[in-house]
């Protein structure tokens, strides 16, 4: 049989009901014999697998999965409800985890002493397929029980097909099955001596002949001679149809685990079953589908089918029918069916009598306690940290993935930037099982192992920004054991470090810090002396350290002046720290030593803080534009000051003043240089929002600042531009037009009123608002 697919495992089972053999034995790891009772208990729910690692050693891990649509699973559930002995055959999770992987250099002389095949796409070849999955579903999954069938039949065709593919390519170009199949033809023969009747082996086609060959005994066990073995654990962990599929890596996956599972669990009328759940799913998604559409749809995938001499309507029709009449030809919509429907989205589940490491079952404890359910599915989180519930699990997403468990990750709140507010999005992967098994070394509990794991890696930590960086997990995860060896180290690291590159990337995670310290209640204050420490070295060793830079020293700078900047400003101000970090913009941004990207950047910052008046911030722009700028530098200084930072064009587009003097330089550069200049404004002006673009290219037609004067008032009242002024804009505010919105505006605000005729009311009502 295939190791997946729903007409495999109904074969398997009419196979067995037919023979009701003594024993059944199935290709897999024997050490999961002492497991396959927890098969039979009710929260057992597949997909799951058989997770072995070496004990000590997590990272060395196998799994073999299986799904409800798996022969295997079948076969397991078969024996125990007719209480047949079932046991696993294959090669030892000892052995075989004991052998190294092979490294890229041994794998390319494998391949290249044997050309591995794809036994299921040889025989699609030979039977006229291009397409192997097409040949398999027609063949075995789409394939029949008719009356009076042979149950047996199925598998000697296969068997026989096999038995010539084996002739023709020995092993295929894989070795290492030899002696995986000298172990299982040893425990068929101690089967057979055990049991008098049949006993039924389940396995991959591909072994079948390997099986029925006659050796000894002496040359089956010279195989296993002196193989490696290690120590190791098993046990059952939950699976997901997503890792079935083969584009996730696995061996023996299948293209479609949904449609699989559809196509076992429907009783009848799989197609039409299946159409139903499309339909379901788009409307779901605000498409309009109705029954027509899935009547239609049924009819289309059979007349695919019957012209492309199918037997039924596989995945391609009806992936082909779904596209024509529910989608309208268009493939957007079927990402979405592909996902959640031919893939799936589903996730097992294991019984609390599965073995596990302590650290397991307590995060089972605690995921059951905050009711953070694991899920295949993506979802995002929103959590409001002011909430017990809600900061207890910040607390564990934060303590896993210190521990290197990514169940979570910190996604951008949509409506909130404030510290009491976290946005998360959650997945569970299977392999999280193991990265949980492997954090085990750490401690028994989530909260003893981060605490354990941070002090280590306080200690083992290298540089300042990952001492910082560990600071900051530790106050988000709340460990406050660990945090007094993370504040040693980052004391230590601190004093010792000169460079202003790390002071100024280490200083942002502090301030960071302190802000969740005092959200979540936690005692800041040494952290706070050493973030003011670190603040006050930068200020004195930034403004020598950014002379001299070459482009991209400027750039990885400009982003340390932006990331302290923002970090002084949450800090105290208990010493003046931040007048000192203003006079260390001034500076910079006065020194012609100092590149123009961050002169630039520090005009920029001065002026978005109110300590530069727009007099002098035109004076500086003016100086870094004048003609004798070299053309780069100057682009360079437009770059710092109008790129980048959030809202950086609708400076250009409100001050006319200053989108004057660039547009007058850029008409000034020489053709020679324009070349050189033109990418950087390009970068520079391709981050604004599209409706900034447009305006700002409106001005710069009409010609901003053009002399637009003060226009008489008519009899209307209306002000207009005076000659040659540029049309749409006027040289003061149209009172009258300002009033006629004032009644609008009180209702807005209070809720009832009307306008004065008094134009001034403007400033009051915006005074209030202010």
Not at 120 to 137: F, K, N, Q, S
Not at 189 to 201: I, M, N, T
Not at 508 to 533: C, D, H, I, K
Not at 598 to 621: K, P, S, Y
Request: aromatic share 4%; proline share 6%; glycine share 10%.
């Amino acid at each position: 049989m295939r190791h997946h697919g729903p007409g495999s495992a109904r074969a398997v089972l009419a196979a067995l009901d037919a023979v009701v053999p003594e024993a059944v034995l199935i290709e897999g790891p024997p050490e999961g014999d002492a497991l396959l009772a927890l098969a039979d208990d009710p929260g057992m729910r597949p997909p799951v697998a058989l997770l072995a690692h070496v004990v000590g050693d997590p990272g060395r891990a196998a799994f073999w999965p299986m799904a409800e649509f798996s022969p295997e699973w079948v076969a397991i559930r078969w024996a125990q409800r007719h209480e047949v002995p079932v046991r696993f055959m294959d090669l030892p999770a000892a052995h075989s985890l004991a052998v190294p992987e092979e490294g890229p250099e041994e794998r390319a002389a494998e391949e290249s002493a044997a050309v591995r095949i794809d036994p299921i796409g040889v025989l699609a070849e030979t039977a006229g397929y291009d397409d192997a999955e097409r040949w398999w579903e027609d063949v075995v999954e789409h394939r029949g029980s008719g009356a009076g069938a042979d149950p047996l039949a199925p598998f000697a065709a296969l068997s026989e097909a096999m038995e010539a593919l084996r002739e023709t390519y020995g092993d295929a170009g894989f070795p290492r099955d030899r002696v995986r199949e000298a172990y299982m033809r040893i425990q068929l023969r101690s089967a057979r001596k055990e049991f008098d009747g049949p006993v039924a082996v389940v396995c991959g086609a591909w072994h079948v002949p390997a099986l029925a060959v006659r050796t000894t005994v002496a040359a089956d066990r010279a195989l296993l001679k002196a193989l490696p073995k290690v120590k190791t654990e098993m046990t059952w962990v939950p699976w997901t149809h997503r890792r079935l599929a083969r584009h996730s890596g696995y061996g023996a996956g299948i293209e479609s685990p949904g449609w699989y599972g559809h196509l076992f669990s429907a009783d009848d009328r799989p197609v039409e079953r299946w159409m139903t759940k499309v339909a379901r799913l788009l409307r779901g998604e605000d498409r309009t589908v109705s029954s027509a559409h899935v009547i239609e749809a049924v009819r289309l995938a059979a007349t695919l089918a019957a012209l492309r001499g199918r037997p039924l309507p596989g995945l391609t029709e009806t992936t082909d029918a779904v596209r024509a009449v529910m989608c309208e030809g268009s493939d957007v919509p079927l990402m979405s069916v592909r996902d959640r429907l031919v893939v799936g989205e589903v996730l097992g589940e294991v019984p609390d009598a599965a073995p596990a490491v302590p650290l397991q079952r307590d995060l089972t404890r605690a995921q059951r306690a905050l009711r953070l359910r694991p899920e295949a599915v993506e979802r995002d989180l929103d959590l409001d940290l002011r909430k017990e519930t809600d900061a207890a699990r910040s607390r564990l997403l934060h303590r896993l993935r210190l521990l290197g468990v990514e169940w979570g990750e910190p996604a951008r709140g949509r409506a909130s930037t404030g510290t009491f507010r976290e946005s998360w999005r959650l997945r569970w992967e299977p392999e999280l099982s193991l990265r949980v098994a492997e954090a085990g070394m750490w401690g028994t509990t989530v909260l003893s192992a981060a605490t354990a794991r941070a002090a280590a890696q306080a200690v083992s930590a290298t540089t300042l920004a990952a001492v910082t960086g560990l600071a900051e997990q530790c106050l988000l995860a709340e460990l406050p054991d660990a945090l007094p060896v993370v504040m040693r180290a980052l004391a230590d690291r601190a004093a010792l470090d000169t460079d202003v590159g790390h002071l100024a990337g280490a200083l942002p995670a502090l301030a960071r810090s302190l802000r969740y310290g005092t959200v979540r209640s936690t005692g800041t204050a040494a952290l706070g002396e050493v973030a003011v420490g670190l603040a006050e070295r930068i200020c004195v060793g930034l403004p020598p350290a950014c002379t001299g830079l070459d482009a991209e020293g400027a750039r990885e700078m400009r982003a340390h002046v932006e990331g302290v900047h923002t970090a002084i400003g949450l800090l105290p101000d208990a010493t003046g720290l931040r007048e000192r970090w203003s006079e260390v913009l001034r500076r910079l941004s006065g020194r012609d030593s100092v590149a123009g990207l961050i002169r630039g950047r520090a005009v920029r910052l001065l002026l978005d803080d109110g300590r530069l008046a727009e007099d002098e911030t035109a004076q500086l722009m003016g100086l870094a534009l004048s003609p004798g700028a070299p053309p780069a530098d100057a682009a360079a200084w437009i770059e710092g000051f109008v790129g980048g930072a959030s809202g950086a064009g609708t400076l250009l587009v409100h001050d006319e003043r200053l989108l004057g003097l660039v547009d007058a330089w850029l008409a000034g550069v020489q053709a020679e240089a324009f070349t050189d200049v033109l990418p950087l404004l390009r970068r520079t002006f391709s981050a604004y929002e599209p409706g900034v673009r447009r305006t700002l290219g409106e001005l710069v037609r009409r010609g901003p600042g053009n002399g637009v004067t003060a226009g008489a008032r008519g009899d209307s009242g209306a002000s207009h531009p005076a000659d040659g002024a540029a049309p749409g804009f006027g040289a003061a505010l149209d009172l009258e037009r300002a009033d006629a919105v004032l009644p609008v505006v009180r209702l807005l605000l209070s809720g009832g009123g009307s306008g004065s005729g008094d134009g001034r009311a403007v400033n009051d009502l915006m005074g209030a608002v202010g």
